[in-house]
């Protein structure tokens, strides 16, 4: 799970602990049903902490639910960054990375179910996949590798489609996830102006193994 730099004595180890078993239970809380509606009292004692311990970390549950969505997110796209270090072409970042989220709701299921109950994706957030996702589409746009004349068009719905693939996995268990996602892919390719040759040898070319 992400943290940030490690703590420089023992008080700010525990402090750091503290934060991140709230962190849990409220990831916990998200990727089961996606209900924000649990008193502080019951997240506190699923994360095994003092209740009063809550508000040394958060003002509020809004406050929580946000970091642990932020949290989640942050760990999805270091997870995907991983095997995307090596790749330059943002066709083929974006090709990738959503073959390789669709594989990631075996190997994650629970930053998935999250994405899938919380509306995780939008295009505006500042951390996880939606900023790489701009990146990735305005490199694409300034190298002339995309045909598109609206970034934020682009980036709507590529922000659409992860969720609602996950919807159908979750409620399909039998699903070709990786086929599924590569037909995806394909799409999105296409439509930011690939050909579709083009489109479909990215969208079928073995995946980058993790850095």
């Known amino acids: 799970m992400p943290m940030s730099a490690s703590p420089r004595n023992r008080f700010e180890r ?13 990831r ?7 209900d924000t509606s649990a008193s502080i009292r019951t997240i ?11 508000y040394n970390h958060f003002t509020c549950k809004p406050d929580l639910f946000d970091a642990a969505v932020a949290d989640a997110l942050e760990e999805f796209a270091r997870t995907v960054d991983r095997h995307l270090c090596g ?11 959503m ?11 629970e930053i998935m179910r999250i994405l899938c109950h919380s509306e995780l994706g939008r295009i505006c957030a500042g951390r996880g996949l939606a900023p790489r996702a701009r990146r990735d589409v305005e490199q694409g746009m300034a190298s ?27 409620c399909q268990p039998e699903a070709d996830r990786d086929h599924a996602a590569g037909m995806l892919a394909e799409m999105l390719l296409h439509m930011l102006g690939l050909s579709m040759d083009e489109a479909r040898d990215l969208a079928r070319r073995p995946l980058p193994a993790a850095a």
């Not at 916990?28 to 996606?34: E, I, P, V």
């Not at 073959?99 to 299921?109: E, G, I």
């Not at 598109?148 to 590529?158: C, E, G, K, R, S």
């Open 28 to 34: 916990k809380l998200l990727a089961d049903s996606g």
């Open 144 to 170: 002339g590798r995309f045909a598109v004349v609206d970034p934020m068009i682009a980036l709507t719905a590529l922000n659409g489609s992860l969720p609602a693939l996950l919807q159908l996995w979750f």
């Open 14 to 26: 525990r402090r750091a602990e503290t934060r991140q078993a709230l962190l849990r239970a409220a």
């Open 99 to 109: 073959r390789l989220s669709a594989r990631m709701a075996d190997s994650h299921p």
């Open 87 to 97: 790749v330059d072409d943002p066709a083929e970042r974006l090709a990738d990375g």
């Open 44 to 54: 506190a004692e699923l994360a095994d902490v003092g209740f009063g311990s809550f």
